[in-house]
Nanobody
Framework: VQLVESGGGLVQAGGSLRLSCVAS????????MGWYRQAPAKKRDLVAA????????NYADSGKGRFTISRESTQNTMYLQMNSLKPEDTAVYYC??????????WGQGTQVTVSS
């Protein structure tokens, strides 16, 4: 599975961004999809994810009420709509998929910078 992200950039606090992640290759066995982020000198943390088969969505507390994850299955595209952005949301955002219940694939990352 290959993943290509886009949509990052520089935005002022309070603004919005929508990240996209397009999956290609062996996508039929994808079980879960989502987003992580990693700020400088910090570990990679889950932002949001969903299980494709059962429709369960999970959000980290940091993004609840502000971030929305969605998927356009016909185009194997996943989105992360981020509203009311804060400077602490600044990070590299990575999309991932879990395939066959055991293989995880990552995108190359897209930088999100929120200025105060």
């Amino acid at each position: 599975v290959q993943l290509v992200e886009s949509g990052g950039g520089l935005v002022q606090a309070g603004g919005s961004l929508r990240l996209s992640c397009v999956a290609s290759g062996s996508t039929l066995r994808i079980n879960a999809m989502g987003w992580y982020r990693q700020a400088p000198a910090k570990k990679r943390d889950l932002v949001a994810a969903f299980a494709t088969g059962v429709g369960i969505t999970n959000y980290a507390d940091s993004g609840k009420g502000r971030f929305t994850i969605s998927r356009e299955s016909t185009q194997n595209t996943m989105y992360l709509q981020m509203n009311s952005l804060k400077p602490e949301d600044t990070a590299v955002y990575y999309c991932f998929v879990l395939s066959g219940g055991k293989e995880t694939y990552w995108g190359q990352g897209t930088q999100v910078t929120v200025s105060s």
